[in-house]
Structure formats: structure tokens, C-alpha cells
């Protein structure tokens, strides 16, 4: 049973540039969510996805957008890149139950 | 209201050792607290998780405390080994079943020393 699966694993992108993350979920969950995580730092919720849905969203800006896919793959896409935009960006994906799965991350430098 | 509060930001023990996170909490409408372990360069890992109607859990050497009243739960590493040498983080969640988005605590840097 594959669990939660990110790509790319690293990447570096130049500022003002634009990025596409992907997810997919752990087999049978149908929610996914993306937080931020800084450097030494807690993950951070960006939003969550449910039935193609943006259902709820964090404190980021609208250069954070995302979709979800009919077969509940997502995506993070951020425009317009900054320095500070880099950090591991993680997916999680939930079923019928409150357990949370991780993936292993995206690592984003922005230089 | 939002916040998860952690102590301590990092923690060395020897093997065999007890370490303590703690980790408080202001709104009480949350209803899910989960611990997660994160290796460097690893997502993080669901170790152990408590409702608010249960005071204490126990998973293997992964205990966790709970005190509603307080506002307050804790996580406990029986007999620390080497390998448990990890970040901890705590966070907490609402809505039915914890369906919220999660509200982490801001990590504990935990090194075992054998």
C-alpha cells in the first residue's frame, strides 16, 4: 500500500519564477492538504482540497493556488516566487478517519 | 487562540533516559491531538494521537498525557534509545472526527546519548 507521494523531491527555482508541486495521496483517502514547513520551523497549513474543493485555506497569499483531480491528486502551484518562499512543502492526505499521512516533502530553494 | 505553545525547543538525555515534551493549548474547541516524529529531511510521522475524553494513551514506549482542565498534554519516551533522536512536534485539530486543518507546536529537537 503506497502511502502519501510527492514529486519533485528537490528543486531550485529563480525568484519571480513559477512552481508546480505534486501529490498524490495514500490509497482510499480523499483529502489533501499542503502545509509549509521553514527551516527549524512547524508545518504551516496552506489549504486543503476535498471532492475537487478548496475547502478551507491558511494565512498564505493568492500567489498559493491549488487543484485536486478527479482521481484525488493535487497539486501546489506558487507564482511569482520569493525568497522566502523556500522550505519543504508537504502533502497529506486523510480518509474516512482523523489519521493524517505525511509524504516525504518537496524541498523549494528560491534563489 | 490558534496556537500550540511546545517546551522545551530541544532536549538531550541519555539512553534509557524519560524524556518530557510538553505542549498547551487556548482553544477549546480543538478535539484531535497527534504527535509526529520527523527525521532530518523526512516528512513527518504519526507517532501517537489522543481524544480529550482519554487522559492518558500508550503505544509501545510512546505515552501521552492529557489534562483537559489544563489545557495541557504532554509526551512521554519510555526507555529513550539512540535511534528516537528526532524532532517531536505536537499539534491539535477541530471539527468532527479532527477534520480541521492541524495546528503544529513549533518542534522539539530530542538527541539520546548512549
Known amino acids: 500500500d503506497a502511502g502519501v507521494t510527492q514529486s519533485p523531491t528537490h528543486l531550485i527555482k529563480t525568484r519571480g519564477q513559477q512552481v508546480t508541486l505534486r501529490c498524490s495521496p495514500k490509497?482510499?483517502?480523499?483529502?489533501v492538504s499542503w502545509y509549509q514547513q521553514a527551516l527549524g520551523q512547524g508545518p504551516q497549513f496552506i489549504f486543503q482540497?476535498?471532492?475537487?474543493?478548496?475547502?478551507q485555506r491558511g494565512n498564505f497569499p493568492d500567489r498559493f493556488s491549488g487543484h485536486q483531480f478527479p482521481n484525488y491528486s493535487s497539486e501546489l502551484n506558487v507564482n511569482a516566487l520569493l525568497l522566502g518562499d523556500s522550505a519543504l512543502y508537504l502533502c497529506?492526505?486523510?480518509?474516512?478517519?482523523?489519521?493524517?499521512?505525511f509524504g516525504e516533502g518537496s524541498w523549494l530553494t528560491v534563489v | 487562540q490558534q496556537q500550540v505553545k511546545q517546551s522545551p525547543q530541544s532536549l538531550i538525555v541519555q539512553k534509557g533516559g524519560i524524556p518530557i515534551i510538553n505542549c498547551a493549548y487556548e482553544?477549546?474547541?480543538?478535539?484531535?491531538f497527534p504527535w509526529y516524529q520527523q527525521f532530518p529531511g523526512k516528512g513527518p510521522a504519526l507517532l501517537i494521537a489522543?481524544?480529550?475524553?482519554?487522559s492518558e494513551k500508550k503505544e509501545g514506549r510512546f505515552t501521552i498525557s492529557f489534562n483537559k482542565s489544563a489545557k495541557q498534554f504532554s509526551l512521554h519516551i519510555m526507555d529513550s534509545q539512540p535511534g528516537d533522536s528526532a524532532t517531536y512536534f505536537c499539534?491539535?485539530?477541530?471539527?468532527?472526527?479532527?477534520?480541521?486543518?492541524?495546528?503544529f507546536g513549533t518542534g522539539t529537537r530530542l538527541q539520546v546519548f548512549p
Open positions: 490509497s482510499g483517502h480523499d483529502t
Open positions: 497529506a492526505s486523510r480518509g474516512s478517519g482523523n489519521t493524517i499521512y
Open positions: 489522543i481524544r480529550p475524553d482519554v
Open positions: 482540497y476535498y471532492e475537487e474543493e478548496e475547502r
Open positions: 482553544n477549546t474547541a480543538f478535539d484531535y
Open positions: 499539534a491539535a485539530s477541530k471539527g468532527v472526527l479532527g477534520t480541521d486543518k492541524l495546528i
